[in-house]
């Protein structure tokens, strides 16, 4: 029998997607926003493709300021995008 996929949704684009094709996005227990990419840091998650596209989409409708729980400043958002572009595979000239 295959082992039942644990599936979750982007918070930008709103797509399914295997837990594993996911980047989790937590917030830790200082209130800092952050990607996991090991999926397993304590803390509050929700998850995105490694796309910052779904990054931009999440942040245009404050998606995981909410599904957070809290406010996040424009250089997180920044920073996570920057982190995004280069897990992504650095398709980004430089
Ligand atoms: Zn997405």
Do not use: F, W
Not at 38 to 55: Q, S, W
Not at 56 to 68: M, N
């Amino acid at each position: 029998m295959p082992k039942k996929i644990p599936m979750r949704s982007c918070t930008g684009c709103g797509e399914k997607k295997e837990k594993s094709s996911l980047i989790r996005v937590i917030r830790t227990p200082e209130g800092t926003v952050k990607l996991d990419p090991t999926g397993r840091a304590p803390g509050r998650g929700t998850y995105l493709c490694p796309n910052p596209d779904c990054l931009q989409k999440a942040r245009k409708k404050h998606a995981l300021s909410r599904s957070l729980g809290v406010e996040i400043p424009k250089e997180t958002l920044d920073l996570l995008e920057t982190e995004l572009r280069n897990m992504s595979g650095g398709a980004n000239g430089t």
